[in-house]
T-cell receptor, first 114, second 112 residues
Framework: KAGVTQTPRYLIKTRGQQVTLSCSPI?????VSWYQQTPGQGLQFLFE???????NKGNFPGRFSGRQFSNSRSEMNVSTLELGDSALYLC?????????????FGPGTRLTVT | TQLLEQSPQFLSIQEGENLTVYCNSS?????LQWYRQEPGEGPVLLVT?????EVKKLKRLTFQFGDARKDSSLHITAAQPGDTGLYLC????????????FGKGTHLIIQP
């Protein structure tokens, strides 16, 4: 079974621009969660989508948004980029939603904002 | 806000030594997971513990969930260079859909 894939792997953007990241979950998984990882804050939960519906959202500003398509692929968008948005963005897929679900992470997208 | 504190933050030991890393919180979690992350990769799930006092073994790795479900430990016996990585604990408060609360991790280096 193919793992979670994320595209692109690396991205450099300028302050004020917007960016869209993509995540393809493991086949059959309907839950996709997004996380931001930085050296200072560690891994922080952004949001989870299950069957095209946002199930939960972390404590991030409205500039961070996402969506999920009928094939379970998910995209995350960040508008009006700030320097502090530089991070590794990880998505994780699961066969179910809810706490304690086993999540399988992709390799991440490394975003650098200059 | 639930917080998970991991200690130590960094650990460098020689091959063959034993080590324990800790994950502590003042909050109760319905389940706790341990992940290992290598450079350039996403975290890989090692184990999920759900019952207070539960002990799970994965080859040379032993995971324990505290009786009160507020803390956990990971013990590695006879560490090998392949154990090198960032070890993350993540707790779930349970209930409906929610994200995981991650600790900041323990950077482990096993020197040959």
């Amino acid at each position: 079974k193919a793992g979670v894939t994320q595209t692109p792997r690396y991205l450099i953007k300028t302050r004020g621009q917007q960016v869209t990241l993509s995540c393809s979950p493991i086949s059959g998984h309907r839950s996709v969660s997004w996380y931001q990882q930085t050296p200072g804050q560690g891994l922080q939960f952004l949001f989870e989508y299950f069957s095209e519906t946002q199930r939960n959202k972390g404590n991030f500003p409205g500039r961070f948004s996402g969506r999920q398509f009928s094939n379970s692929r998910s995209e995350m968008n960040v508008s009006t980029l700030e320097l502090g948005d530089s991070a590794l963005y990880l998505c994780a897929s699961s066969s179910r939603t809810g706490g304690g679900r086993e999540q399988y992470f992709g390799p991440g997208t490394r975003l650098t904002v200059t | 806000t639930q917080l998970l504190e991991q200690s130590p933050q960094f650990l460098s030991i020689q091959e063959g030594e034993n080590l324990t890393v800790y994950c502590n919180s003042s909050s109760v979690f319905s389940s706790l997971q341990w992940y290992r992350q290598e450079p350039g990769e996403g975290p890989v799930l090692l184990v999920t513990v759900v019952t207070g006092g539960e002990v799970k073994k994965l080859k040379r790795l032993t995971f324990q969930f505290g009786d009160a479900r507020k803390d956990s430990s990971l013990h590695i016996t006879a560490a090998q260079p392949g154990d090198t990585g960032l070890y993350l604990c993540a707790g779930s408060s349970g209930g409906g859909a929610d994200g995981l609360t991650f600790g900041k991790g323990t950077h482990l280096i096993i020197q040959p």
